[in-house]
Structure formats: C-alpha cells, structure tokens
C-alpha cells in the first residue's frame, strides 16, 4: 500500500505531540488538583480552629445546647457536610447530623486508619497527616480534617470535669467537606485541555502538512517528473529548482546526471556511427580502389598521347585531376576506417605541439597569420601515441589556416595542467589533467553546424574537404580517454579544447 511521506510524517508529529501534550496535561492537571486540595485543607483547617474556639467556652461549662447550635450554625454552610466531635474512644458526642450522636465512627469507610496505631490516636499530627479524602459509597468524593481537642489545664483542674491531668487528648472535631465541586471543576479542566490539545494537535499536522507540501512534496513531485521524462529517453529535460539545501543538491545532482548521460549518450552514438562509416568506407575503398587506378593509369597515359588535340589533351586532364582527387578520398576512407589502437610511450605534450606548429608555420606565414603560443612548463610527461596527437594538432592548425581565409588572424595555443580534475567537468576521471586550447579569429561556425562537425562526411568547406578529419581527430583523443569539445561564434572565431588524462602519474615530469 503506498502512503504519502506527508501523511506518515504528519502521523508521526501528531503522535509525538499528543505524547507530549498528554504528559504535560497530566501534570498540570495534577499539579492544579494538588492546589486545589491544599487550599481546602488549609480552609477546613481554619475552620476547624474557628468551632474550635467558638465551643470552647461552651464546652468548659458543659453548655451541651450552645455547643449543638454553634455546630449546626457552622455545618449548614454551602459545602460543608458534617461537623463531627469524637470522645477518645471514636464515639460521636456532637453532630450536624443528630442520627449519629451516641454511635462509633467507622474507620474503614472514612480511611481514619491513618490517623492511628495499634488503635490509640496519634497525639501530634501535621495538617496534611490529619487530613483524609474518601468516597462513601456513589457519592462524590468528600475531605475529613480532624482536629485533636487537647486536654488543658481548664479541663481537668475544673469541678464539672472529671479528665485526669496525665490524658493528652479528650476528642477529636472532624469536618468534612464536599470535593464535588473541585472534581467538576477538574472535569471542565480536563476537557478544555482536551480540546486545546485537539486543536493543537491539528493546527501542527496542517503546519507540518503545508510546510512538507511546499518544502519536500513539491520539489520530490518535480524530480519525479524528471525521472519519468528521463525514462523516455529525453535526456536534455532539467529540474528548475533554486534551492539552498538538500533537495537543491539532488536536483542539481539530477541535472549533472542528465547531461552525463546525454553526453555518453551521444559519445556511443558517435563511436556507433563512426564505427558503421569505417566498416563502409574499407568496404567502398576495397571496392573501388583497383578500377579507380585502372582509370587513372589509362588516363594518364592517354594525356601524354594527347600533344596534338588541344581538346582531348584538356578532357583528359580534367579526368586525371578528379581521378586523383577520387583517390584521394578514398585513401581518406582507408585511413578512416584503419584507424589502429594508438601506441603508447612516456611523451612530453609541450614537445608534440611544438613539432605540430613547425609543420605548418610557412603557411601561417604565407598568409600573415600570427601563432601564439602560451605553453605551460613542467608539464609531466604522459603515455600516449605521439604521432597520433600530432596529426590531432595539424589537423586542427590547418582547420584554423582555412577558417582565416586570405585576411590572417591570430591562432592561440595553450597547455596547462588541471590538478584533480579541476576545471574539467567533462573529464572522464577525476585526476590530474592536461588541458590544450587552440583559438582562432577565424569566420566561426553557425549554431546548427556546431553539432555536427564530428560526424563523417561532414564539412563546412564545400569541395575543399571530405569531412573526415575532425572525426578521425575525435576517434584518436577518445582512444585516449580524453575528451574535445568546440565552442565558436560565428565571425568571431573558434576554440577547441582537448582534455588528456595524465595516465603515468609517476612519471618524472620534463624541465
């Protein structure tokens, strides 16, 4: 079954803050309960001292009918029970309730067994010790407060008394009160806490709902979104997500993800297709090489009987000139596709672009074309297929000559190390790195070309090119698990840039 990450983590908060409220509730509740009671012992507890004092009197002068009517005066207050006065013996001698007069208390029903032992009454007691609460019968709870009448020197030095000096204690005035309105109040207590935890318990599940809506649902509903575009198989989808935290790193991962695959994507297309061309192109070589040097070796041989007919000389100069060119793309074709694993050797890349600049330094010169060369020192030395880097770099230096035309230009070359990868985010490790940039100000490629320069067969130069150069080049640096990318601007020129993993780490690195 599945369930929202919401719902289990508003569930979660939810249970937690009915735990705590709960607890806290409980102790408030208990802490107020507690008040409340101690606040009516310390009343019974006056008031007892008030009967106290108000029979006192009364009782020294065994004014029996005073003592009765002070009683009852006090008892038939709101909240009070009864008015109760034991002998020594727990006989009641004065009572609100005049049922009771001449019978004994009963210990078990008002919980009195904590006021004695071994059935004699304890002398000295606090207020809390004298103090009991119990329930007789369906009723509401009740509190008794007793309070010992001592016996003083009025009592047994009196002629009506007949106390002896040595007895400490002559009775008991117990009050009782009624707990039902504290228990109703508890009651309304109870429920107003109820429904504020309630409350609060739903206001934080909404909180926390709209909070996980906006913070974690909606950002996860937008990378799902992207995953399931990405199971299409539309890899250029991007998660737009501006966020300084978690899920913005997971977007942003998501997104490096994406354009790593559509980048490895592309590379296997273009290892496939490179592949199938280099298949076809010694296929179509094969074929036609032996009757293409047929043609040219008939050719030729008839030019040179062709002295007298000005006319058939020129015809078969024009077919000698394009059955060379004819060889010539189809010797194009068998370099192609006999592209073989690249032979490495410990070589200084420095020393190899150096050797690439010389092989076409004339033509610069020829057409006022000025090299720049930014070369970094110390490199550390490789292993790699010097001459196939070579024909990389002459490549691309010759690709530069033609994009400047008749007007010259400046050609930038610059090598530097790239420690950890850094600066190299197509790299595809992430060691140390040797980065080679060739600028021109040449005329630039247009935008909907710049995809396609590594494709066989495509070229920019009309009739000047077969369109196999660059892609021999990208075969060649991918064989070195390196990586070529272009960025050009049409009329402003253009920049390669090779990214070569320094394999031999432990090489002694070149002065």
Same mark, same amino acid.
């Given at each position: 079954m599945h369930v929202k990450i919401s719902y289990k983590l508003i569930a979660a908060v939810g249970g937690v803050a009915v735990a705590i409220i709960g607890i806290f509730a409980y102790l408030i509740l208990n802490a107020h309960q507690r008040q409340l009671i101690a606040e009516l012992e310390r009343n019974a507890h006056q008031l007892s001292e008030t009967v106290k004092s108000s029979t006192k009197y009364d009782m020294l002068l065994n004014q029996r009918e005073s003592v009765h009517r002070i009683i009852n005066t006090i008892g038939g207050q709101e909240g009070i029970e009864k008015v109760r006065v034991f002998n020594k013996d727990g006989a009641i001698i004065f009572s609100t309730d005049s049922a009771d007069v001449g019978h004994m208390v009963d210990k078990q029903t008002e919980s009195c067994y904590a006021c004695h032992a071994a059935d004699q009454p304890l002398e000295r007691l606090s207020i809390s010790e004298r103090t009991r609460i119990f329930r007789a019968g369906s009723q509401s709870r009740t509190l008794g407060i007793i309070n010992p009448i001592y016996n003083e020197p009025g009592c047994w030095q009196s002629d009506c008394h007949a106390h002896t000096s040595n007895q400490k204690v002559l009775g008991v005035l117990d009050i009782t009160m009624s707990l039902a309105e504290v228990d109703r109040g508890m009651q309304a207590s109870r429920m107003r806490l109820l429904m504020f935890a309630v409350i609060a318990v739903a206001a934080v599940s909404l909180i926390i709902y709209l909070l996980v809506k906006g913070l974690v649902l909606k950002p996860v509903g937008q990378i799902v979104k992207a995953t399931k575009h990405v199971a299409t198989g539309d %890899?250029?989808? $991007? #998660?737009?997500?501006?966020k300084n935290d978690e899920i913005g790193d997971l977007a942003k991962s998501f997104n490096d993800m994406t354009r790593q695959l559509a980048e490895t994507q592309r590379q296997l297309y273009q290892s496939e297709k490179l592949a199938s061309v280099g298949r076809l192109a010694a296929g179509v070589a094969h074929e036609i090489n032996n009757p293409l040097t047929g043609v040219l070796t008939y050719s030729s041989y008839l030019l040179k009987r062709a002295n007298g007919n000005a006319e058939i000389k020129d015809d078969l100069e024009v077919i000698v000139r394009e059955t060379k060119r004819c060889r010539e793309i189809v010797k194009g074709l068998l370099d192609f596709a006999r592209q073989s694993p690249p032979e490495k050797h410990r070589v200084d890349l420095n020393e190899i672009i150096l050797q690439a600049t010389r092989i076409v330094e004339n033509q610069f010169a020829a057409r006022k074309i000025k090299l720049e060369k930014n070369l970094q020192p110390g490199l550390p030395a490789t292993m790699a297929d010097g001459n196939q880097l070579q024909q990389v770099l002459v490549n691309l230096l010759v690709n530069a000559n033609d994009a400047m035309g008749d007007k010259?230009? =400046? &050609?930038? #070359? =610059?090598?530097? %190390?790239?420690?950890?990868?850094?600066? $190299? @985010?197509?790299?595809?490790?992430?060691? @140390?790195? #040797?980065? &080679?940039t060739m600028s021109d100000t040449g005329c630039g490629i247009s935008p909907e070309n710049l995809q396609k320069i590594f494709e066989p067969f495509f070229s920019t130069k009309g009739k000047k090119g077969y369109g196999l150069g660059l892609a021999v080049v990208w075969g060649i640096i991918e064989k070195h698990n390196g990586r070529i990318t272009v960025e050009s601007e049409v009329g402003k020129g253009t920049t390669f840039t090779i990214l070569l993993p320094v394999e031999n780490q432990g090489v002694k690195r070149n002065a």
């Open positions: %890899l250029n989808y $991007a #998660i737009k997500l501006a010259g230009g =400046t &050609i930038a #070359i =610059t090598s530097e %190390l790239l420690a950890n990868g850094a600066n $190299a @985010p197509d790299a595809k490790t992430t060691g @140390p790195h #040797i980065r &080679i």
